[in-house]
């Protein structure tokens, strides 16, 4: 597709999806702006207009008592059901990448394992050091149960979670328990042995959103262990921003 679209409701996106990615058009003043031009061959062209709500029933399951610190691999748990997969929260607990570094102090710096790498300290007792993980691993461990169907939305717009959740799949995202901005006083920084560093709060937290209207995020709560817990839609983004935009889904 060369050139440019002009539509007359800007609510609508034309997406290229593959198993791999989705690539979207953007609405600008009533008209598309394509993104980069993608390079494989087995493309499908849809317009697709973002349902005005939504509201998927995807399966709840608890973290708790089994995983104090296990609520990214219970989302995904949740999400891969949803698909069909039969797997539980613990066996990927198991079996999500796991980043050994123990945590120490050196020269007044704080080290610790990379949650991009791997899940960092102990899920299973809040008695030793932890934290949790991030996308690139659930997306890792994801891709084994669902090969070649995996999405990986993270740094995306968040309209392209709400397309997701349009074409009736669930998004796993990391936000914090609050599901709203947090002040700086909430952040520190974990050094890492390869020179690298990360920005981490320990009200880190990840849940399974399930829908959206235009007010409202919704989404099942492995901690609280309530489905279609609900936030304010614009401070839920503010957070999944804050924590690095992290978000996989799936498709068929």
């Not at 799949?169 to 990360?198: C, E, M, Q």
Request: with cysteine; net charge positive; proline share 7%.
């Amino acid at each position: 597709m060369k050139g440019r679209v002009v539509m007359k409701k800007p609510l609508l996106l034309v997406s290229i999806i593959t198993t791999s990615s989705f690539l979207f058009y953007y609405t600008v003043e009533n008209s598309f702006s394509p993104l980069p031009q993608p390079t494989f061959s087995d493309v499908d062209y849809e317009v697709i207009k973002l349902a005005p709500n939504v509201l998927l029933d995807a399966p709840l399951i608890k973290q708790m008592p089994e995983l104090p610190r296990g609520c990214e691999v219970t989302s995904l748990a949740m999400l891969l059901q949803h698909a069909g997969v039969s797997v539980n929260k613990l066996t990927l607990a198991a079996e999500i990448q796991k980043d050994p570094t123990p945590k120490f102090v050196k020269d007044g710096k704080t080290y610790f394992g990379n949650p991009q790498v791997g899940f960092v300290g102990n899920m299973y007792t809040f008695s030793k050091p932890g934290y949790g993980v991030y996308s690139k691993p659930i997306s890792d461990l994801a891709e084994k149960y669902l090969p070649g169907k995996i999405v990986n939305l993270s740094n995306r717009s968040f309209k392209e979670l709400q397309l997701s959740l349009t074409l009736g799949k669930p998004v796993w995202v990391v936000s914090n328990v609050t599901f709203a901005p947090l002040s700086d006083r909430y952040f520190h920084t974990w050094h890492h042995t390869d020179g690298s560093s990360t920005k981490i709060t320990m009200k880190e937290h990840s849940v399974l959103l399930t829908g959206y209207d235009d007010k409202f995020i919704y989404f099942n709560d492995p901690l609280s262990g309530k489905k279609h817990e609900k936030a304010p839609i614009k401070d839920f983004i503010s957070s999944w921003v804050q924590m690095g935009s992290h978000a996989i889904s799936y498709l068929d």
